[in-house]
């Protein structure tokens, strides 16, 4: 049984930053990548960022790229996503995701194998 368990969320006034962090566990994966969706009240839940487990190739959505930069080590099976300058916008609820294949696999909400409970990330303005 694969568990994907988030943390460090929280609240953070706009302009600051917050890093969560996503312990895989259960399985081993030879070929695998780990990312991020979001999902805001009253909207669909979207991708935000995926990286290899090798941590050579990653991918982000577009309204992030200059801000979050996802990592990985692969020797913990953890994913961290490093999140600065924040907004509003961003407030949603963040779910970690696994994918047994390529990264690029990884940008929809039906490509992941496995999925985080979530965790709360609040923007305050």
């Known amino acids: 049984q694969v568990q994907l368990v988030e943390s460090g969320g929280g609240l953070v006034q706009a302009g600051g930053s917050l890093r969560l962090s996503c312990i895989a566990s259960?399985?081993?994966?030879?070929?695998?990548?780990m990312g991020w969706f979001r999902q805001a009240p009253g909207k669909e839940r979207e991708f935000v960022a995926v990286?290899?487990?090798?941590?050579?190739?990653?991918y982000y959505e577009d309204s992030v790229k200059d801000r979050f930069t996802i990592s990985v080590d692969d020797a913990k099976s953890t994913v961290y996503l490093q999140m600065n300058r924040l907004n509003p916008e961003d407030t949603a609820v963040y779910y970690c995701?696994?994918?047994?294949?390529?990264?690029?696999?990884?940008?929809?909400?039906?490509?992941?194998?496995?999925w985080g409970q979530g965790i709360q990330v609040t923007v305050s303005s």
């Open positions: 990286i290899s487990g090798s941590g050579i190739v990653a």
């Open positions: 995701a696994l994918l047994e294949g390529a990264a690029q696999r990884m940008r929809t909400i039906r490509a992941p194998d496995y």
């Open positions: 259960g399985r081993t994966f030879s070929t695998y990548a």
